[in-house]
Structure formats: C-alpha cells, structure tokens
C-alpha cells in the first residue's frame, strides 16, 4: 500500500506540473525546491538508462539498450520535450556523454553476444561519436570488450574520454555455454580484469584517437582489502580537475586516475569504501514495513553484509569531496543510503540510514527489496544552482530522488523527495536552464523538474 500510494503521489504531482512560461523564468534570488515539470516517453516502448545533455541545455542525448539506440530530445521547451531522432549504434550503448563544447556525443557500446545457455561471442566495445544535433555517425573507435561508463572533459587543451571497461563476469559451463553467474572469482569466468582506458579524442578522425589502457595492480586492491583484486570490475566514472573518480562496485572500493601531471594517466589511489555502522531496518520481506531490526548486525552472516558496494560517484565542485551512491550488491548488501569522502578516502558523512527513514515517511520504500538492498541508491549528481550546490541521490527500487542542499561540501540539508518514472538509473543536473532530469529505465522515461525561486 506504501509503494502504491507513491506512485499515485508521482502521478498526481505530474499532472500539477508548472506551465512553460514558468519553466523559462530564472529564479533570482536563489532556489527553494524542485517540482516535477514533464516526462518524455522513450518511443516504442524503448528505455532510457543514461542521459547527457548539450551545455546550453537545449539538446539530450540518451542511451536505449533494449533497442540498440542513442535518442536525441529537443528541450527548448522542457515543458514539451519532442524526439528528434533515434540513432543505432550496433550494440548495447551503456552510456553516453556530450563533450564540454556541444559538439559531438561520444557513446560507449557493448557488442559481445552473451546469451544464457549459448556459447559467448566476445568482440570489442565500439566508441561512437556523434554530431549533434544532426545526429550523423562521425566514426567509431575499437575499445574494450566491456564497457560501461564513460565521462569526457577537456585536459590540457585537448578532448579526453575516460571509460571503465568493467568486463562483468562471463562464467561458462563445461560445455562452454554462458551461465547465469554473475559474482565475480568464479574459476570459469573467461572475461578477464577490468580496467580504464583514457582516450584522447582526434575530432577530425575518431579511429585514429589516441588510447592508453590503465590498469589496477591485484596487489594494490588486496591490501587496501577490496574483495576480488583480481577482477577490478569498474563501475562508474567522474571527472573533475584532471582527476577521474571511477568506483569498482564489486571490490566495494574507489580509485582516482591522475590525467595530468609527471606521471599522467595512471592509478594515483585506491581506497575501500568499508561497511555501515548499523542502523534501523525492515529485513523482511512479509508485505509490512517495519524498521525494527538492525542492518547489518542482523544479518552479519550474510555474505559481505553491510559492505557499501558503491556504483555512482560525485566530486564535489572544488573537486576534495566525493559522494558515492552506496548501492550494494548482493543481497543484504549496500549502504541503503549514500556517503561522503575526503578524496584521500577518509569518511566524512553517512546518512546513517535516515534516507530510507524518510522514504517509508513519504510512501515511497519499496517493502519487497528488504531481503535485497533496500531502497538501493545507485545515481548521484551534484548541480550548482547559482551560488547554491545541491546533491541529487537516486533511488532505483524506491523510483524516487532525494534533494539536499550542500551547507558545506560535507555537510548536506536535507530538502525534498522528487517523484520520478520507474527504477532512475541516470541522473542528470541542467542548472544553466533551472533543470534537473532522471532517465528511468524501468517505465522508459525521461523525468524533467524545474527548480523553484525562493520566494
């Protein structure tokens, strides 16, 4: 009944969304809150899991996996978001990233066929750039096998794409056929070490691009006590001051990438992003909520309980603080909720299970996760907002994101709840339009909220 009410609550505030001459007003003396303004519908019941935006932020630009597409939406009026056209690219696009003059879009593309029970046919990734807005293929780029998250920037003058290459986990049987392992350290896992490559884009030539492959040294991730050093598994990746943040969510670490510097392109740090104190919890999955046992004490037998598993990450707009999205991984796993990090890795905030507090609070927990991760936080996003930062935190099973205002870099203000589509996967912050936008992969949408003056 919780979750049921929430969803009524999402559709309801939709239907009040603001007018698009209220949309184009620009808040003048700072922003109060947010509030739902218009929802895009992938077409033919397409998804939508990442979303990059033009710097002007007129344009988006969207992965579509299940029908092997990059979308391409008008926002010039985000009141009334129109499709303009979907591109294929030959593959699974797992993310994409507009580059920082508006030019291009680079996509990162999975073309390996992994069918369960079918012999594995792996080829290598494809890096494909794309112009915007005409939305013509200007060439591709052989990458690794795996790719998943790529973030561009631009690093001493010139065009840089930073991709973690994750490799999930290709587990076959004895007759060679793919199973449906997916925990990494199995002793027939053919798909090898994950790893970076940092690629310095020719414009003019995409297939001649420069490309350097950073890889994670097994005994580095073992004594910082990540959990399979061999298999680093990347995740998600941040860029900020000629530094790339890339979470390893299977190793429940981070590592930051130097891209500049004496020894450019190279593993600077790795740090474990360890296990949560305990909090209150509903652990049980008998359709009632009920906060009254403790996470992870509870369920300490459990493997890895209590380990944050982080997926997405954050810097901080000076670039000292990361914010990670504690989303887990297996079951009883995870943070239920989201932290805060000295670049150096010291823990400086946890929300000490207060986001799912308020999730149950607003009728949004999802009570059939609770054997799971719970309300699974897997975006994050920060947005400056003027002279104002704000933090975005996603919730995939909850379909909702929490708002908070950053008082200092580590010191959050909680604001609102934004109801969004189903599952949110990418999270995205358009403050020179007074925007914030969700991809949500589950109902194939993209979710677009208006930020609200001070009044």
């Keep these: 009944m919780k979750r049921l009410f929430g969803i009524v609550l999402a559709a309801v505030t939709l239907l009040a969304a603001p007018s698009s001459s209220v949309a184009k007003q620009r808040p003048t003396a700072g922003i109060d809150s947010f509030v739902p303004l218009s929802t895009f519908t992938v077409p033919g019941g ?63 593309v ?88 940092v690629i310095t884009v020719n414009t003019a030539d995409i297939a001649t691009s420069s490309v350097t492959d950073v890889f994670f040294s097994a005994a580095t991730l073992a004594q910082h006590g990540l959990f399979f050093p061999n298999d680093p598994q990347p995740e998600f990746v941040e860029i900020r001051n000629n530094r790339a943040a890339v979470t390893l969510q299977e190793n429940n670490g981070i590592a930051i990438i130097e891209l500049v510097g004496r020894s450019p392109k190279h593993v600077s740090s790795v740090f474990s992003t360890g296990n949560v104190e305990d909090r209150s919890a509903d652990l049980t999955e008998d359709g009632t909520i009920s906060f009254n046992e403790m996470y992870p004490a509870d369920v300490a037998n459990e493997p ?36 805060i990090w000295s670049s150096a890795g010291h823990l400086l905030w946890d929300d000490g299970g207060a986001l799912e507090l308020t999730a149950v609070q607003e009728g949004f927990y999802p009570e059939n996760r609770s ?64 925007l914030f936008l969700t991809s949500d992969e589950g109902s194939g949408t993209i979710s677009i909220f208006q930020a609200v003056p001070v009044s």
């Design 46 to 108: 397409g998804v939508a899991e990442i979303v990059s935006s033009t710097p002007d932020g007129q344009t988006l630009i969207y992965t579509n996996s299940e029908d092997e597409q990059v979308g391409i939406v008008d926002i010039s009026d985000p009141a009334n978001p129109v499709h303009v056209q979907s591109i294929p690219v030959g593959g699974e696009p797992t993310s994409v990233s507009v580059v920082p003059d508006g030019t291009m879009a680079l996509a990162v």
């Design 110 to 197: 999975k073309t390996s066929y992994l069918e369960e029970g079918e012999a594995p046919v792996i080829k290598p990734g494809q890096l494909i750039a794309i112009e915007l807005p005409s939305g013509n293929v200007l060439g591709q780029l052989e990458i690794g096998n795996g790719p998943d998250s790529i973030a561009t920037s631009r690093v001493n003058g010139s065009l840089t794409a930073v991709i973690a290459i994750e490799n999930e986990p290709i587990v076959i049987d004895n007759d060679g056929n793919l199973t449906d392992e997916e925990e990494p350290g199995k002793p027939n896992d053919i798909s090898g070490p994950g790893y970076v490559q």
């Design 371 to 434: 054997e799971n991760k719970g309300i699974e936080v897997e975006g994050i996003e920060l947005g400056i907002y003027g002279n104002q930062q704000f933090l975005f935190v996603g919730s995939e099973r909850g379909s909702f994101v929490a708002v908070y205002h950053l008082l200092t870099p580590h010191t959050p203000k909680f604001i609102q709840l934004l109801p969004t589509g189903l599952q949110p996967e990418g999270l995205l912050a358009i403050p020179q339009r007074d």
């Design 304 to 339: 890895f309980a209590g380990a944050r598993f982080p997926d997405a990450v954050a810097w901080s707009a000076r670039g000292s603080v990361l914010y990670s999205a504690d989303e887990g991984e297996f079951d009883f796993t995870g943070g239920r909720g989201w932290s």
